[in-house]
């Protein structure tokens, strides 16, 4: 802090304008890490396994819409793509996954980033290196919601308030439906589960389908503020555990918490280091909190004591 | 016993000089510049071999490593010391010998470190951030430690990516050639390529050498023991956290010398030396070798570096690695070349013998 506070004319940029953009601009990528922090919790509640393609659900629900775009309304591009990416969620869980027989952690890291690299090699051959992103939902980059001094885009309110529903129907699946509950009672006791009568394979399988859906509208509402590009999923992945282990792996509640934190801290970063350095500062506080609380921060010690760290 | 465990060395020693010899005489020495690349590369893989299928311990973060060296002794080798030639640390460097003078591309004399002084700060440094991250990484398990490994290689590469003085994205260029002795040098000049192809698979051999000994020591079978369970070990005496670490330490100072080295050869290091996909390729091939099959690994490295490199994969190179690493760990996550295999191969070829033999 030191070095930041000598730099000259810093304290006349520490107004309060600045202060609110950039803890618009933190939220609004917190949102998105926090969406990919649940998409692996879902999975990783359902199966024990982190799925490190987790990113290119993201990637590709953004890389679909736009191109379907091209052919359809915007509406329908969106939900087109977000049904894309649950088939194939459902087809990496159902081709890769399903019948290997208790494999060993060390395998399932390996066999999920060989699909992370393969979707993004196969972006790359589809949509070549050009960065692209879908049109601002309402009005375009230029038009301003003013509240105050606080100048917001109109899809910064997009990304918040699809992921606040997003995260309310989700809370609503697994509270109130059949297979909601399906889904936690197997995450709880995979084999009383399995004595209850439910298939738990199937549950898995859902679980990619739910993770790569949310991942995908998620990538389609925020691209047109961050954009996207065949490997922008790399970068979400490592942000989106980052959130997840901040907030004690599993939970998803204390995950958007985490997101949040870790957007806004990442956003005033910039103003001590370089921007270049934003992504050294989110992984440095991965690195920290797996070194010092692996459990977390919002995270029970003594439940984590019960998983393989 | 001994005998045996020098047999293989012997065998890869000869080969090295039968495709050598192989290249002259079918008029392919153009192939030499990619083969003495692969045994740079192969540096980096029997290292990480070493971590990932003696000590069992995954690090998705090597190329962080390959690159530390690489990068530190670019920048030790072209950074121009003559501004601060009056500086007195500068001075003592100077009169010890420590520096060179070089003319750079423009005929103007550049004053940078000697490559050997270099070399030592390159893996010294490498060193002491190995200790620094392996210290506390290792302390991880499963996809916490795969992360945290993970996430150092990113950092490294968006340092070098970020950084203005390690050439942001261009990288480093022009990095002299490295005189390990007298008429023995590192650089990528065709009229030494000969030379340099030994140097590397030389260095390559020592390498075997040293790990194929270390396998068969105390500290392999310690080694092995905590792969196979590391509670048991740690209850037999075996100081596994010290071990674990030591192991890292060492395969780190394998990538990052591999680094040093192809630096030199090339004339430059870029960050995508630096990338998570270098990273995962290295894994990737550990895992085609049989993560504890040293010569397996190292065969393997041969192979896919070699056409990696010749250009074979196009623009599929990424996604060629992406594919094998799939197929091999839902199909053979024990690896291709495994023990098993050959003696499964030689037990159906005897049964079918058998077989027809009563059929007869």
Redesign the interface.
């Known amino acids: 802090m030191a070095g930041a506070l000598s730099r000259p004319g810093l304290l006349y940029h520490m107004n309060i304008e600045l202060l609110s953009q950039y803890l618009v601009a933190g939220l609004t990528y917190g949102t998105i890490y926090a969406i990919v922090a649940i998409g692996f919790n879902i999975i990783y509640n359902a199966t024990g396994i982190i799925n490190f393609a987790q990113g290119e659900f993201v990637m590709l629900g953004g890389m679909i819409a736009v191109s379907l775009h091209h052919i359809m309304p915007l509406p329908a591009a969106i939900l087109a793509a977000v049904l894309m990416a649950m088939i194939i969620g459902a087809l990496i869980e159902i081709i890769f996954i399903r019948w290997l027989v208790s494999p060993s952690v060390l395998r399932m890291i390996i066999i999920t980033i060989g699909i992370s690299i393969f979707i993004r090699e196969a972006a790359l051959h589809i949509w070549g290196e050009s960065v692209r992103a879908l049109p601002y939902f309402t009005g375009t980059e230029v038009t301003v919601i003013s509240i105050g001094d606080v100048h917001i885009s109109p899809q910064v309110l997009w990304v918040t308030g699809t992921s606040a529903v997003m995260v309310a129907l989700l809370t609503f699946f697994f509270s109130y439906t059949l297979l909601g509950k399906q889904m936690r009672a197997c995450a709880a006791n995979r084999d009383a589960a399995r004595l209850c009568g439910i298939s738990t394979a199937n549950m898995v399988t859902l679980s990619f389908v739910l993770s790569a859906g949310i991942g995908a509208l998620a990538g389609c509402v925020v691209s047109p503020i961050t954009y996207v590009q065949y490997d922008s999923g790399t970068g979400l992945a490592i942000k989106g555990f980052t959130v997840a282990i901040l907030g004690g792996l599993g939970n998803s509640t204390a995950a958007i918490a985490a997101g949040l934190v870790l957007g806004i801290l990442e956003s005033f970063s910039v103003w001590v280091l370089p921007t270049a350095f934003k992504d050294v500062v989110s992984i440095s506080i991965l690195l920290l909190i797996l070194f010092v609380r692996p459990s977390g921060i919002f995270g029970s010690v003594e439940a984590s004591r019960l998983k393989e760290f | 016993m001994v005998r045996s465990r020098y047999i293989p060395v012997a065998l890869f020693a000869f080969s090295i000089i039968a495709v050598q010899l192989l290249t002259a005489l079918t008029d392919r020495a153009q192939f030499l510049t990619q083969l003495t690349m692969t045994g740079y590369y192969s540096l980096v893989i029997i290292g990480l071999c070493m971590l990932i299928g003696y000590a069992g311990q ?1 690090s ?1 973060g090597h190329a962080g490593f390959f690159a530390i060296g690489g990068y530190a002794s670019a920048f030790l080798t072209t950074y121009n010391l003559a501004p601060h030639k009056e500086k007195p640390v500068i001075s003592i460097f100077a009169k010890t010998g420590l520096l060179l003078n070089v003319q750079d591309l423009y005929g103007g004399d550049t004053l940078v470190f000697n490559p050997w002084l270099a070399c030592i700060a390159a893996v010294a440094v490498t060193v002491l951030i190995a200790y620094v991250i392996g210290g ?2 290792l ?6 430690l ?3 490994t ?3 290689g ?2 490294v590469y ?2 070098v ?3 203005s003085f390690f050439g942001a994205a261009d990288g480093l260029s022009d990095i002299p050639g490295f005189r390990l002795l007298p008429g023995l040098e590192v650089s990528g000049k065709t009229s030494i390529r000969i030379q340099n192809y030994y140097i590397s698979w030389g260095m390559v051999l020592l390498g075997m050498l040293l790990l194929t000994n270390l396998i068969n020591s105390r500290v392999g079978r310690a080694l092995r023991s905590i792969h196979s369970a590391e509670d048991a070990a740690n209850a037999m005496g075996i100081n596994t956290g010290r071990y674990k670490l030591n192991i890292f330490v060492l395969s780190a100072v394998f990538a990052a010398l591999g680094g040093v080295f192809l630096t030199h050869y090339n004339g430059g290091i870029g960050p995508s030396e630096a990338s ?2 270098k990273s ?1 390729r290295y ?2 091939i550990v ?1 085609i070798g049989g993560m504890a099959n040293l010569w397996g690994a190292l065969s393997m490295g041969i192979i896919l570096n070699f056409l990696s490199l010749r250009g074979y994969f196009g ?2 190179d ?2 060629v ?6 197929l091999i ?2 199909f053979a ?1 024990e690896g291709l070349l495994r023990r098993e295999v050959f003696r499964g191969a030689k037990k159906w070829l005897s049964g079918r013998g058998k077989a027809e033999g009563q059929k007869a």
Do not use: N, Q, R, W
């Open positions: 995954i998705l506390p990484v302390k991880l398990k499963g996809h916490y795969a992360m945290a993970l996430g150092f990113t950092i968006k340092v990516l970020g950084t998570i996909m995962v894994v990737a895992a623009s599929y990424d996604a690695f992406g594919v094998i690493l799939i760990m839902l996550p």
